[in-house]
Every structure is written in structure tokens, then in C-alpha cells.
């Protein structure tokens, strides 16, 4: 049986980012492609920037059995007719607008699509929500991290019956790594909710129909030593084998 591949948007790297490397680069923590390989499928990076240089969602996608979003830096506020706020960080335009297009066009093939931290707000953003551009700002809300490298938050998240998220990790409540400053305020159009921290911030979102998950937690951060995490990753594989 040949693997499926999965598609994963990488993120850019700053000049100096890499030792001895005067240019720029194009990456992906290697716990998400740990976590995809041991679903069975090949994960196969794609640099961000090919949309805004003209190419075409569709065939880009067409190589690709699923699609996998990750985390990353903060999603351009006038993407969802926000005036940006100084806690705001890590802008990528060109990763912006690929990966709305990519989630528009893998929504209309009907290919599986799992969403992680940032790529839960890009798909929320690509259906016409909108976000809470700085969580520390809401009252009442537990801590859910911190973003850009800080340290992550175990806290629980509670999943809806009946949910994809349900049936991947067969939980009601799972124990989960955060490590963000934004979420999900207005839900965009076809999304349904079907994930809650206990301070009822949106964890989790699902398109009305094909495989779409999107988590706001990070379970390639636990998927090596937690079933449950490693199980949204197979069940993308799954999906994306069908």
C-alpha cells in the first residue's frame, strides 16, 4: 500500500535563524512530522509564498491525499477587519494567504484537513470568523500559555459527543498542551464548535461536512507519550487513506 502523503505549510525562519545560514528558511518542528510519520502517512512540506506568486490552490493540493496547518505567529488582523494591536507577532502575509486558499480549496475537494494552534484561527478566519486578538486582555479566563517559544500549559478541554475530536480520541475531557495568546471569537460561516476549555473559550471547531478538525491546543506536543493526541493524527491518515 503506498503511504498517504499529507501536505504541511511550513513557516518561514529568519535570516540567522539557522547557524551560519545568511539567508532565511522554510520549517516545521520535527514533533509534527513525528507525529504524522507515525500515522503511516509521508508529510511532505510546502514553503509558503507559491499562492501569492500566482499558483493555483487546487493544484498545489492535487499531489496530496490530507492537509495538516500548524502552529506559528499571529494571523494579519485585517484579514478579519481588525486594526493589529501591539501584542501582535510573527506576521507572515504570504503564509496567510496560502493557507486560507488552501483550506478553501481542500474544504471544496473534500480533503482531510487538521488544524492545529494558528491553523485553527486560519480556518476560522478563512470561513469569515474572527479572533480575540489577546486572551490576557479577557477576564476570567484560565492561562493558556505562551506563544513564540514560551512555556506551554497543561489545562483540560471538553469534547463534544458525537464530535470528530470525539471519535479520533474516544475522551470526554483531554489533558492538553497550550501555548497561545489568541483564539476564536466569532465563528466562521459551516463551522461548528465541538471543544471547550473550562473557561468556555472555543478549543475545537468542525466544518458541517467532509474531515475538517480543527484543535486550538497543541497535541503534537504530547502525541509520543498520549494515545488520545497521537489519534488525531492517525485519524487524519485515515481519512486521508479513504
Known amino acids: ?23 532565511g528558511a522554510f520549517a516545521v518542528p520535527e514533533s509534527y512530522i513525528g507525529a504524522v510519520r507515525r500515522a503511516g502517512a509521508w508529510p511532505v512540506l ?13 493544484d498545489l493540493l492535487s499531489p496530496f ?5 500548524i502552529g506559528g505567529g499571529d494571523i494579519e488582523p485585517r484579514r478579519y477587519g481588525a486594526i493589529g494591536r501591539d501584542e501582535i507577532y510573527g506576521v507572515e502575509p504570504d ?17 482531510p484537513t487538521l488544524a492545529i494552534c494558528r491553523g485553527a484561527q486560519t480556518v476560522n478566519v478563512a470561513f469569515g470568523g474572527t479572533l480575540h486578538q489577546h486572551l490576557p486582555d479577557l477576564e476570567a479566563l484560565i492561562p493558556h500559555g505562551t506563544p513564540g517559544g514560551g512555556e506551554p500549559v497543561v489545562h483540560d478541554v471538553r469534547i463534544a459527543p458525537a ?65 488520545a493526541q497521537q489519534a488525531l493524527f492517525d485519524e487524519l491518515v485515515r481519512h486521508a487513506q479513504a
Do not use: K
Request: charged share 25%; with cysteine.
Open 163 to 227: 464530535s470528530r475530536i470525539r471519535r479520533a480520541t474516544r475522551a470526554d475531557v483531554l489533558a492538553c498542551s497550550s501555548h497561545h495568546h489568541q483564539g476564536i471569537d466569532r465563528l466562521g460561516a459551516g463551522l461548528v464548535p465541538t471543544a471547550w476549555s473550562e473557561d468556555s473559550l472555543v478549543e475545537g471547531l468542525e466544518r458541517e461536512r467532509g474531515w475538517l478538525v480543527s484543535v486550538q491546543w497543541h497535541p503534537e506536543d504530547t502525541a509520543g507519550n498520549d494515545d
Open 65 to 69: 491525499d490530507g492537509l495538516l496547518l
Open 1 to 23: 500500500m503506498i503511504s498517504p502523503r499529507i501536505a504541511v505549510v511550513a513557516q518561514h525562519l529568519a535570516p540567522g535563524r539557522v547557524s551560519r545560514w545568511s539567508s
Open 95 to 111: 503564509r496567510d494567504e496560502d493557507e486560507i486558499e488552501l483550506v478553501l480549496a481542500a474544504d471544496r475537494a473534500s480533503l
Open 46 to 58: 510546502l514553503p509558503p509564498g507559491q499562492l501569492s506568486a500566482g499558483g493555483d490552490p487546487s
